[in-house]
Protein backbone atom coordinates (compact mmCIF):
# COMPACT_ATOMS: atom_id res chain seq x y z
CA UNK A 1 0.00 0.00 0.00
CA UNK A 2 0.99 3.43 -0.59
CA UNK A 3 0.74 6.64 1.26
CA UNK A 4 1.14 10.14 0.78
CA UNK A 5 3.71 12.37 2.45
CA UNK A 6 2.17 15.95 3.81
CA UNK A 7 2.91 18.67 0.79
CA UNK A 8 5.55 21.60 2.82
CA UNK A 9 3.50 24.05 0.65
CA UNK A 10 0.33 23.41 2.91
CA UNK A 11 1.40 23.18 6.56
CA UNK A 12 -1.38 21.56 8.70
CA UNK A 13 -3.10 24.01 10.90
CA UNK A 14 -2.89 22.43 14.97
CA UNK A 15 -6.34 21.27 15.65
CA UNK A 16 -8.79 22.76 18.68
CA UNK A 17 -7.55 21.39 21.94
CA UNK A 18 -9.15 18.42 23.62
CA UNK A 19 -10.68 18.60 27.04
CA UNK A 20 -7.87 18.32 29.61
CA UNK A 21 -6.97 14.61 29.98
CA UNK A 22 -7.45 13.85 26.52
CA UNK A 23 -3.96 13.57 25.08
CA UNK A 24 -4.61 15.34 20.93
CA UNK A 25 -4.22 14.00 17.35
CA UNK A 26 -1.41 15.28 15.73
CA UNK A 27 -2.92 17.41 13.26
CA UNK A 28 -6.29 17.42 10.96
CA UNK A 29 -7.22 19.29 8.45
CA UNK A 30 -9.53 19.02 5.79
CA UNK A 31 -8.07 19.80 2.12
CA UNK A 32 -11.11 19.07 0.03
CA UNK A 33 -14.92 18.72 0.40
CA UNK A 34 -18.09 18.85 -1.32
CA UNK A 35 -20.46 19.50 2.00
CA UNK A 36 -20.39 21.85 4.50
CA UNK A 37 -22.02 19.79 7.65
CA UNK A 38 -21.41 18.11 10.68
CA UNK A 39 -19.90 14.46 10.50
CA UNK A 40 -21.92 11.52 11.73
CA UNK A 41 -21.04 9.92 15.24
CA UNK A 42 -23.65 7.01 15.14
CA UNK A 43 -22.23 3.69 14.26
CA UNK A 44 -22.18 3.70 10.40
CA UNK A 45 -20.06 1.43 7.41
CA UNK A 46 -17.86 3.96 5.63
CA UNK A 47 -15.59 3.12 2.72
CA UNK A 48 -12.47 5.12 2.28
CA UNK A 49 -9.36 5.63 -0.10
CA UNK A 50 -6.69 5.33 2.16
CA UNK A 51 -3.11 6.54 1.67
CA UNK A 52 -0.46 5.98 4.55
CA UNK A 53 3.51 7.17 4.89
CA UNK A 54 5.80 7.66 7.79
CA UNK A 55 6.85 10.90 9.04
CA UNK A 56 9.76 11.26 6.64
CA UNK A 57 7.60 10.63 3.44
CA UNK A 58 8.29 6.97 3.18
CA UNK A 59 5.04 5.51 1.47
CA UNK A 60 3.52 2.18 3.30
CA UNK A 61 0.32 1.67 3.13
CA UNK A 62 -2.29 2.22 0.44
CA UNK A 63 -5.88 0.96 0.07
CA UNK A 64 -8.31 2.15 -2.87
CA UNK A 65 -11.42 0.83 -0.71
CA UNK A 66 -11.22 0.51 3.00
CA UNK A 67 -14.24 -0.75 4.50
CA UNK A 68 -14.81 -0.50 8.43
CA UNK A 69 -17.45 0.45 10.67
CA UNK A 70 -17.20 3.30 13.46
CA UNK A 71 -16.75 1.95 16.37
CA UNK A 72 -15.66 -1.75 15.86
CA UNK A 73 -12.29 -1.01 16.38
CA UNK A 74 -11.57 -2.12 12.40
CA UNK A 75 -8.66 0.43 11.53
CA UNK A 76 -6.52 2.34 13.72
CA UNK A 77 -7.63 5.25 16.50
CA UNK A 78 -6.92 8.02 14.44
CA UNK A 79 -9.64 6.84 11.70
CA UNK A 80 -12.07 6.08 14.25
CA UNK A 81 -11.62 9.53 15.91
CA UNK A 82 -11.37 11.54 12.60
CA UNK A 83 -13.67 9.81 9.95
CA UNK A 84 -16.48 11.13 12.26
CA UNK A 85 -15.46 14.61 11.71
CA UNK A 86 -15.67 14.54 8.14
CA UNK A 87 -18.36 14.52 5.27
CA UNK A 88 -18.95 12.49 1.92
CA UNK A 89 -16.43 13.41 -0.95
CA UNK A 90 -13.64 15.03 1.77
CA UNK A 91 -9.98 14.21 1.75
CA UNK A 92 -8.47 15.04 5.25
CA UNK A 93 -4.64 15.03 5.58
CA UNK A 94 -4.31 13.63 9.70
CA UNK A 95 -0.92 13.50 11.28
CA UNK A 96 -0.87 11.23 14.32
CA UNK A 97 0.90 10.18 17.12
CA UNK A 98 1.97 6.60 17.23
CA UNK A 99 0.11 6.24 20.54
CA UNK A 100 -2.79 6.61 17.87
CA UNK A 101 -1.56 4.08 15.26
CA UNK A 102 0.36 1.09 16.09
CA UNK A 103 2.08 2.15 19.10
CA UNK A 104 4.92 0.42 20.42
CA UNK A 105 4.65 -2.73 18.75
CA UNK A 106 4.61 -1.03 15.67
CA UNK A 107 2.91 -3.26 12.70
CA UNK A 108 4.18 -6.30 10.32
CA UNK A 109 1.78 -5.53 7.84
CA UNK A 110 1.73 -2.90 6.47
CA UNK A 111 5.55 -2.49 7.60
CA UNK A 112 5.63 0.00 10.49
CA UNK A 113 8.27 0.98 12.98
CA UNK A 114 7.24 0.55 16.66
CA UNK A 115 6.33 4.28 17.87
CA UNK A 116 6.08 5.45 14.26
CA UNK A 117 3.76 8.58 13.81
CA UNK A 118 1.53 8.46 10.14
CA UNK A 119 0.77 10.75 8.14
CA UNK A 120 -2.78 9.53 6.78
CA UNK A 121 -4.62 11.04 3.51
CA UNK A 122 -7.89 9.65 4.10
CA UNK A 123 -11.16 10.59 1.63
CA UNK A 124 -14.03 9.61 2.70
CA UNK A 125 -16.22 8.14 -0.22
CA UNK A 126 -19.61 6.83 1.22
CA UNK A 127 -20.95 6.68 4.70
CA UNK A 128 -24.11 4.11 5.42
CA UNK A 129 -25.75 2.71 8.34
CA UNK A 130 -24.19 0.03 9.42
CA UNK A 131 -25.48 -3.36 8.11
CA UNK A 132 -28.80 -5.12 9.50
CA UNK A 133 -27.80 -8.52 10.53
CA UNK A 134 -30.54 -9.97 10.48
CA UNK A 135 -31.41 -9.48 6.90
CA UNK A 136 -28.02 -9.79 5.53
CA UNK A 137 -27.74 -12.90 3.19
CA UNK A 138 -25.65 -16.09 3.93
CA UNK A 139 -22.91 -14.84 2.12
CA UNK A 140 -23.05 -11.12 3.18
CA UNK A 141 -22.40 -12.73 7.02
CA UNK A 142 -19.69 -15.02 6.12
CA UNK A 143 -17.83 -11.66 4.28
CA UNK A 144 -18.66 -9.59 7.18
CA UNK A 145 -17.56 -12.51 9.49
CA UNK A 146 -14.52 -12.99 7.54
CA UNK A 147 -13.33 -8.90 7.82
CA UNK A 148 -14.12 -9.32 11.47
CA UNK A 149 -11.81 -12.20 12.35
CA UNK A 150 -9.16 -10.74 10.03
CA UNK A 151 -8.86 -7.34 12.09
CA UNK A 152 -8.63 -9.67 15.41
CA UNK A 153 -6.36 -11.51 13.85
CA UNK A 154 -4.06 -8.18 12.98
CA UNK A 155 -4.82 -7.23 16.43
CA UNK A 156 -3.78 -9.99 17.47
CA UNK A 157 -0.23 -10.25 15.67
CA UNK A 158 0.61 -7.03 17.34
CA UNK A 159 -0.49 -8.43 20.77
CA UNK A 160 -2.80 -6.19 21.32
CA UNK A 161 -5.94 -9.08 22.92
CA UNK A 162 -8.49 -6.72 24.02
CA UNK A 163 -9.17 -5.61 20.63
CA UNK A 164 -8.63 -9.30 18.78
CA UNK A 165 -10.83 -10.37 21.45
CA UNK A 166 -13.55 -7.55 20.47
CA UNK A 167 -13.39 -8.25 16.99
CA UNK A 168 -13.68 -12.11 17.39
CA UNK A 169 -16.48 -11.44 19.17
CA UNK A 170 -17.95 -9.35 16.54
CA UNK A 171 -17.26 -12.17 14.17
CA UNK A 172 -19.11 -14.43 16.27
CA UNK A 173 -22.22 -11.89 16.86
CA UNK A 174 -22.43 -11.91 13.02
CA UNK A 175 -22.26 -15.10 12.72
CA UNK A 176 -24.73 -16.46 15.37
CA UNK A 177 -27.57 -13.06 15.30
CA UNK A 178 -30.92 -14.16 14.11
CA UNK A 179 -31.90 -14.05 10.76
CA UNK A 180 -34.90 -13.00 8.44
CA UNK A 181 -33.24 -14.70 5.30
CA UNK A 182 -32.80 -18.53 4.67
CA UNK A 183 -29.56 -19.70 4.08
CA UNK A 184 -28.50 -22.98 1.84
CA UNK A 185 -27.45 -25.83 3.77
CA UNK A 186 -23.92 -25.13 2.56
CA UNK A 187 -24.00 -21.39 3.61
CA UNK A 188 -24.79 -22.58 7.04
CA UNK A 189 -22.00 -25.02 6.81
CA UNK A 190 -19.46 -22.22 6.02
CA UNK A 191 -20.83 -19.93 8.92
CA UNK A 192 -20.63 -23.39 11.54
CA UNK A 193 -16.65 -23.55 10.29
CA UNK A 194 -16.21 -19.88 10.21
CA UNK A 195 -17.96 -19.93 14.26
CA UNK A 196 -15.29 -22.67 15.15
CA UNK A 197 -12.43 -20.85 13.68
CA UNK A 198 -13.31 -17.46 15.87
CA UNK A 199 -13.95 -19.26 19.30
CA UNK A 200 -11.11 -20.90 19.12
CA UNK A 201 -9.07 -17.57 18.16
CA UNK A 202 -11.18 -15.88 21.04
CA UNK A 203 -10.20 -18.61 23.69
CA UNK A 204 -6.45 -17.50 22.64
CA UNK A 205 -6.95 -13.86 22.92
CA UNK A 206 -8.71 -14.91 26.42
CA UNK A 207 -5.81 -16.82 27.27
CA UNK A 208 -2.97 -14.40 26.47
CA UNK A 209 -5.12 -12.40 29.31
CA UNK A 210 -5.97 -14.37 31.55
CA UNK A 211 -9.15 -14.62 31.09
CA UNK A 212 -9.94 -18.46 32.06
CA UNK A 213 -13.43 -18.91 32.67
CA UNK A 214 -14.09 -17.19 29.50
CA UNK A 215 -11.44 -18.78 27.98
CA UNK A 216 -12.61 -21.85 28.97
CA UNK A 217 -16.60 -21.26 27.86
CA UNK A 218 -14.99 -20.47 24.72
CA UNK A 219 -12.75 -24.01 24.14
CA UNK A 220 -16.14 -25.95 25.44
CA UNK A 221 -18.27 -24.33 22.68
CA UNK A 222 -15.72 -25.23 20.28
CA UNK A 223 -15.81 -29.10 21.60
CA UNK A 224 -19.69 -28.63 21.13
CA UNK A 225 -19.62 -28.97 17.77
CA UNK A 226 -16.27 -30.51 17.06
CA UNK A 227 -15.33 -32.70 20.02
CA UNK A 228 -12.66 -33.95 18.45
CA UNK A 229 -11.01 -30.44 17.43
CA UNK A 230 -7.12 -30.44 18.82
CA UNK A 231 -6.89 -26.44 19.35
CA UNK A 232 -9.68 -26.57 21.39
CA UNK A 233 -8.65 -29.50 23.11
CA UNK A 234 -5.27 -28.42 23.80
CA UNK A 235 -6.32 -24.93 24.90
CA UNK A 236 -8.81 -26.08 27.32
CA UNK A 237 -6.39 -28.52 28.98
CA UNK A 238 -3.96 -25.15 29.37
CA UNK A 239 -6.47 -23.26 31.14
CA UNK A 240 -7.66 -26.40 33.32
CA UNK A 241 -3.81 -26.13 34.41
CA UNK A 242 -3.44 -22.62 34.81
CA UNK A 243 -6.17 -23.22 37.39
CA UNK A 244 -4.25 -25.90 38.97
CA UNK A 245 -6.81 -28.68 38.18
CA UNK A 246 -3.91 -31.35 36.39
CA UNK A 247 -6.03 -34.33 37.47
CA UNK A 248 -8.33 -32.77 34.43
CA UNK A 249 -6.21 -30.96 32.21
CA UNK A 250 -4.41 -34.24 31.39
CA UNK A 251 -6.22 -36.47 30.19
CA UNK A 252 -7.63 -33.84 27.75
CA UNK A 253 -3.93 -33.09 26.65
CA UNK A 254 -3.91 -36.95 26.30
CA UNK A 255 -6.88 -36.83 24.17
CA UNK A 256 -5.53 -34.04 22.03
CA UNK A 257 -2.10 -35.82 21.79
CA UNK A 258 -3.99 -39.12 20.45
CA UNK A 259 -5.27 -37.38 17.64
CA UNK A 260 -2.08 -35.93 16.97
CA UNK A 261 0.77 -37.92 18.28
CA UNK A 262 3.59 -35.77 16.52
CA UNK A 263 2.47 -32.80 17.56
CA UNK A 264 5.29 -31.47 19.93
CA UNK A 265 3.78 -28.62 21.27
CA UNK A 266 1.15 -30.84 23.02
CA UNK A 267 3.87 -33.54 23.83
CA UNK A 268 5.42 -30.88 25.81
CA UNK A 269 2.96 -29.39 27.14
CA UNK A 270 1.79 -32.95 28.28
CA UNK A 271 5.20 -33.94 30.24
CA UNK A 272 5.13 -30.51 31.92
CA UNK A 273 1.91 -31.18 33.52
CA UNK A 274 2.58 -34.73 34.18
CA UNK A 275 5.58 -33.79 36.19
CA UNK A 276 3.85 -30.48 37.67
CA UNK A 277 0.92 -33.10 39.12
CA UNK A 278 3.21 -35.73 40.88
CA UNK A 279 4.78 -32.96 42.32
CA UNK A 280 1.27 -31.43 43.79
CA UNK A 281 0.55 -34.86 44.62
CA UNK A 282 3.68 -35.52 46.97
CA UNK A 283 3.26 -31.96 48.29
CA UNK A 284 -0.67 -32.83 49.20
CA UNK A 285 0.45 -36.29 50.87
CA UNK A 286 3.27 -34.18 52.92
CA UNK A 287 0.53 -31.75 54.30
CA UNK A 288 -1.29 -34.74 55.39
CA UNK A 289 0.87 -36.49 57.08
CA UNK A 290 1.78 -33.32 58.79
CA UNK A 291 -1.83 -32.71 59.88
CA UNK A 292 -2.31 -36.33 61.15
CA UNK A 293 0.81 -36.18 63.13
CA UNK A 294 3.17 -38.04 60.80
CA UNK A 295 1.59 -41.47 60.57
CA UNK A 296 4.57 -42.72 58.42
CA UNK A 297 6.34 -43.28 61.72
CA UNK A 298 3.44 -45.18 62.83
CA UNK A 299 3.93 -48.92 63.09
CA UNK A 300 2.52 -51.10 60.17
CA UNK A 301 0.89 -53.36 62.94
CA UNK A 302 0.29 -53.64 66.79
CA UNK A 303 2.65 -55.72 68.54
CA UNK A 304 1.67 -59.26 69.32
CA UNK A 305 3.08 -59.10 72.73
CA UNK A 306 4.01 -56.22 75.22
CA UNK A 307 3.61 -53.97 78.33
CA UNK A 308 -0.11 -52.60 76.57
CA UNK A 309 -1.01 -56.31 75.14
CA UNK A 310 -3.90 -57.98 76.12
CA UNK A 311 -4.48 -61.39 75.54
CA UNK A 312 -8.16 -61.53 73.25
CA UNK A 313 -8.91 -64.69 76.06
CA UNK A 314 -8.50 -62.43 78.87
CA UNK A 315 -10.52 -59.65 77.64
CA UNK A 316 -13.67 -62.29 76.76
CA UNK A 317 -12.74 -63.44 81.01
CA UNK A 318 -13.02 -60.39 81.63
CA UNK A 319 -16.29 -59.37 80.22
CA UNK A 320 -17.83 -62.55 81.34
CA UNK A 321 -17.26 -62.16 85.05
CA UNK A 322 -18.41 -58.84 84.64
CA UNK A 323 -21.75 -59.34 83.66
CA UNK A 324 -22.44 -62.41 85.49
CA UNK A 325 -21.79 -59.91 88.58
CA UNK A 326 -24.23 -57.84 86.86
CA UNK A 327 -26.71 -60.74 86.38
CA UNK A 328 -26.31 -62.27 90.19
CA UNK A 329 -26.82 -58.67 91.85
CA UNK A 330 -30.00 -58.06 90.07
CA UNK A 331 -31.27 -61.84 90.85
CA UNK A 332 -30.46 -61.01 94.66
CA UNK A 333 -31.89 -57.31 94.54
CA UNK A 334 -35.38 -59.65 93.27
CA UNK A 335 -35.32 -62.41 96.00
CA UNK A 336 -35.03 -58.64 98.37
Given at each position: MASCAEPSAMGPEP?????????????????????????????????????????????????????????????????????????????????????????????????????????????????????DLEMLTGQERVALANRKRECGNAHYQRADFVLAANSYDLAIKAITSSAKVDMTFEEEEQLLQLKVKCLNNLAASQLKLDHYRAALRSCS????????????????????????????AIPIL???????PSNKTIHAELSKLVKKHAAQRSTETALYRKMLGNPSRLPAKCPGKGAWSIPWKWLFGATAVALGGVALSVVIAARN
Open positions: AASPPAGVPPLEDFEVLDGVEDTEGEEEEEENLMQLQTSLENGTRVQEEPELVFTLGDCDVIQALDLSVPLMDVGETAMVTADSKYCYGPQGSRSPYIPPHAALCLEVTLKTAVDGPLVLEHQPDNVKALFRKGKVLAQQGEYSERAALKLE
